[in-house]
T-cell receptor
Framework: NAGVTQTPKFQVLKTGQSMTLQCAQDMNHEYMSWYRQDPGMGLRLIHYSVGAGITDQGEVPNGYNVSRSTTEDFPLRLLSAAPSQTSVYFC??????????????FGPGTRLLVL | KNQVEQSPQSLIILEGKNCTLQCNYTVSPFSNLRWYKQDTGRGPVSLTIMTFSENTKSNGRYTATLDADTKQSSLHITASQLSDSASYICVVRSENTGTASKLTFGTGTRLQVTL
């Protein structure tokens, strides 16, 4: 299993540009999520999905869009990049979003710099 | 507001020595507490997951403790190795009525193991 994969690893954007961060998992996990990690702050949830066709907002969703057309893929779209979106983005997946002790698996991250 | 605080922020120890990292939380209602290891430039990797009824859990040289009464957890690393150099993140899951429970992330303790 490749686990959770993310592309690209690093990206530089200009303010106002749009782009899509790709995330895929091959573990048949129902639950997938996107986080951003900023210096001095814990990971913060952007959007999540509990299954194909179902998405919802996390705590910092503004400026981001997601869709989940398949179980495997969960892309994150930046609609109009802003310098405040400079961050490291992590995709994660787990078997379910239930109340158990399911392990959450993280991808390697995408480092985004917005100029 | 749910919060997870970790101490110290950073720590330097000699190879072979033991160390203990602390985590205090104010998350309610509590579901479980997780410790993750994050190597530089990589995504977090789960070390342990502890529920309310568990007060100790080990994973090799890593031992986590949980005191649900005082809302404190610690991660003890025995006989440290250079490969233990990483950030260690405490994460507390709260129990929601919806389909996706909430994870609150600490900012992490940066551990450096030196010769």
């Amino acid at each position: 299993n490749a686990g959770v994969t993310q592309t690209p690893k690093f990206q530089v954007l200009k303010t106002g540009q749009s782009m899509t961060l790709q995330c895929a998992q091959d573990m048949n996990h129902e639950y997938m999520s996107w986080y951003r990690q900023d210096p001095g702050m814990g990971l913060r949830l952007i959007h999540y999905s509990v299954g194909a066709g179902i998405t919802d907002q996390g705590e910092v969703p503004n400026g981001y869009n997601v869709s989940r057309s398949t179980t495997e893929d969960f892309p994150l779209r930046l609609l109009s990049a802003a310098p405040s979106q400079t961050s490291v983005y992590f995709c994660a997946s787990s078997y379910s979003a239930g109340r158990g002790q399911e392990t959450q698996y993280f991808g390697p991250g995408t480092r985004l710099l917005v100029l | 507001k749910n919060q997870v605080e970790q101490s110290p922020q950073s720590l330097i120890i000699l190879e072979g020595k033991n160390c203990t990292l602390q985590c205090n939380y104010t998350v309610s209602p509590f579901s479980n507490l997780r410790w993750y290891k994050q190597d530089t430039g990589r995504g977090p990797v789960s070390l342990t997951i502890m529920t309310f009824s568990e007060n100790t859990k080990s994973n090799g040289r890593y031992t986590a403790t949980l005191d649900a009464d005082t809302k404190q957890s610690s991660l003890h690393i025995t006989a440290s190795q250079l490969s233990d150099s990483a950030s260690y993140i405490c994460v507390v899951r709260s129990e929601n009525t919806g389909t996706a429970s909430k994870l609150t992330f600490g900012t992490g303790t940066r551990l450096q193991v030196t010769l």
